[in-house]
């Protein structure tokens, strides 16, 4: 589902502005009213609310429905540190950073990328999955490889 950027930052602000205002006159149930929006229009903050109250497996399963949101980047972090021991969750959490960054189309972000793809690339190898490094440098090479600024600044930084 795909929402402009000026919608997205609208519906947080929105969904801010009504927890606040839930918090002041003492109606949580007010929030769990407009759960299945927030799940679908800002998958992020769905998970770290999931995250909050321990409910690990629905912040994967909303991470896994909903990869492809613009947002999604955002709660990577702290889904991947909720979940140590799960590599398809690192792959995914680390390639939708790299993508933001390649999205932009600068070199700086492209180098940013490279940082975000090496960090990614240490990562597997401290937990003993270096095989997930090939299939998920292979994806970012299937999407973007047509791209020369980003593959010479990939050459660069040793990501490939």
Known sequence: MA??????PGLLRDYRALSTYSR???TPDLMREVDGVTRIALPDVWIQNALRRDA???????????????????????????????TDILV???LRQADYQIGRATRSRYRRA?????????ELNKANAS??????????????????????????????
Request: aromatic letters at 6%; a neutral charge.
């Open 3 to 8: 929402h402009s950027h000026y919608t997205v």
């Open 24 to 26: 002041t006159v003492g």
């Open 56 to 86: 690990v497996d629905d912040a994967v399963a909303c991470w896994f429905e909903n990869v492809e949101h613009e947002r999604i980047r955002h709660a990577a972090d702290a889904l991947i540190k909720a979940c140590p021991s799960r």
């Open 92 to 94: 995914s959490g680390r």
């Open 114 to 122: 490279c940082k975000i793809l090496n960090a990614l690339r240490n």
């Open 131 to 160: 095989q997930l490094w090939m299939l998920a440098i292979d994806d970012v090479l299937r999407r973007y490889g047509h791209r020369p600024a980003l593959v010479d600044e990939l050459e660069k930084a040793s990501v490939i």
